[in-house]
């Protein structure tokens, strides 16, 4: 049998744990690791050549890595709750859906996990063989509901998650659309004005003018004009290594840290990107521990999932901090990451024994700052979107009539 290296989580101590298993699958390596006491992170197959070391996720098992759409997966998860709490198997259900869905991959993807439900695999374990489409979040909520015997009631749980996070994510993202789509257009117009229509009056300066001195605006117009004639493959190549820059820093954790902190402390786009941030983290961890993950294992899933890498800092450092059996409050708030309304919400959700249901608030209450955040900036940005523009264009205007003063006293 095949040997499979893991990075693991102990889920009494909470230590993180690194070693090598023999096993016919991922899938049953999971599951021993899982009877051992052990929450595997990471599980890749050990190269024939050089055994142990490589410990990055590799899942995608027999059936390739095939991928549901996001919307498609919500829905179909939705559908997968409904039918299971009406009364029907889980293996009917599947296949319900499988006859019901008109994607293929969708339906490749059913038909593995019901094929493998029906040889004796638990569902989670079904579901691990598709990690492309099923994330940790996923898996984990589905371990937590067959452990628990809810299934249904988690399923419907990790849809409505999956629903709240799609809306705030398309409410930040359609907020976006518009200041892009103006900003784009306003400098292509502006860089045709520079390249096609300054050069033309530059000629006629030239010959009705007879080497006078032209106003300084105008001779700057003229020298960028030049430039970016001269050096328009700068214009090409700005934006292919400004994105290239960012992607390869997003690649690098110290350059994602940098990035993000930037995105956290902007003016004006920093207050959303944290306030979403906040929403995603307490909906995250306010759904798994509500589902009866332990803490811990938890805490690491928020730390995998949370989309910024200051968050996921912060949560590291609870992790560890609750290992040594402190609460979650005290070192979230020492990481200065959060404000401290969140903290003191999430204190008297650890006082009273509710800690779900404040982070379910506290989701809900930034989920709604966001919104608002959201439209204060589309409204922001709209006049200063036309201030800049009819900068822009005034400039130019005033720039190349300047020199007409100057052309009508010598053709008088």
């Not at 390739?64 to 009364?87: D, F, W, Y």
């Not at 979040?137 to 409505?160: D, K, P, Q, W, Y």
Request: aromatic share 6%; net charge positive; proline share 4%.
């Amino acid at each position: 049998m095949p040997h499979y290296n893991y990075v693991a989580v102990d889920e009494k101590s909470g230590r993180e744990m690194k070693g090598s298993i023999e096993a016919a699958s991922e899938a049953m390596a999971a599951a021993e690791l899982r009877k051992a006491g052990l929450f595997a992170t990471k599980i890749k197959e050990a190269s024939k050549k050089k055994k142990g070391g490589g410990l990055n996720i590799n899942l995608d098992f027999q059936f390739g890595p095939s991928v549901i759409n996001r919307k498609l997966l919500m829905v179909t998860t939705r559908q997968l709750a409904t039918l299971l709490e009406a009364g029907l198997p889980l293996i009917r259900s599947l296949r319900t859906l499988q006859r019901q869905c008109k994607d293929k991959m969708a339906q490749k993807v059913l038909c593995g996990v019901a094929d493998a439900v029906e040889t004796g695999s638990t569902f989670s374990e079904a579901l691990s063989l598709y990690p492309a489409t099923f994330d940790k979040l996923f898996l984990n909520m589905v371990r937590a509901g067959e452990a628990a015997g809810a299934m249904e009631t988690i399923l419907s749980r990790l849809a409505g998650f999956m629903e709240k996070t799609a809306r705030l994510a398309g409410k930040v993202k359609s907020a976006m659309i518009y200041p892009s789509v103006v900003i784009s257009l306003a400098l292509l117009v502006t860089t045709g004005l520079m390249i096609f229509i300054v050069p033309s009056f530059t000629k006629i300066f030239k010959e009705l003018l007879e080497g006078d001195p032209l106003p300084g605006i105008t001779q700057f117009l003229i020298d960028t004009s030049e430039w970016m004639k001269t050096r328009w493959y700068f214009l090409l190549a700005a934006p292919i290594v400004l994105i290239t820059g960012i992607k390869l820093a997003y690649k690098n954790k110290y350059g994602k840290y940098g990035l993000d902190w930037v995105l956290y402390n902007m003016p004006i786009l920093g207050p959303i990107v944290s306030k979403t941030a906040i929403a995603r983290f307490s909906r995250t961890l306010g759904t798994l521990m509500s589902a009866g993950v332990p803490v811990l294992n938890a805490l690491i899933i928020v730390r995998d999932t949370s989309g910024n890498e200051l968050v996921a800092r912060a949560v590291m450092k609870v992790h560890d901090a609750v290992k040594e059996g402190e609460g979650i409050s005290k070192p979230l708030g020492a990481a200065k990451v959060f404000p401290q309304m969140v903290i003191s919400m999430i204190e008297v959700g650890e006082e009273t024994g509710r800690m779900p249901d404040m982070l379910e608030k506290v989701a809900n209450t930034y989920d709604e700052e966001v919104d608002n955040a959201v439209d204060a900036l589309t409204s922001l940005l709209e006049p200063i979107m036309i201030v800049v523009l009819a900068v822009i264009v005034g400039t130019i205007v005033i720039g190349l009539f300047a020199p007409l003063a100057t052309i009508i006293q010598k053709l008088s």
